[in-house]
């Protein structure tokens, strides 16, 4: 597996991570956004921490794909 495709199913994988457990605190973190995202709050305060997480996230140039 190339490191693009494992980006796209893992986009909080970091494999040049040495703690394995940096990664899976990541993936539960990964999880738990895609939980609130599914329920569509729509408030402004919301609204708001979704563009931090986005803009975090191309900050941390995780991936360039992200919308919100």
Request: hydrophobic share 35%; charged share 30%; aromatic share 12%.
């Amino acid at each position: 597996t190339d490191e693009k495709s494992l980006a796209v199913r893992q986009p909080w994988f970091n494999p040049n991570e040495t703690i394995s457990e940096v990664n899976e605190n990541a993936r539960r973190a990964f999880e738990t956004v895609l939980f609130v995202r599914q329920r569509l709050y729509t408030g402004e305060q919301f609204r708001r921490f979704a563009a931090d997480v986005v803009e975090f996230a191309r900050d941390t140039n995780r991936t360039k794909q992200l919308t919100h």
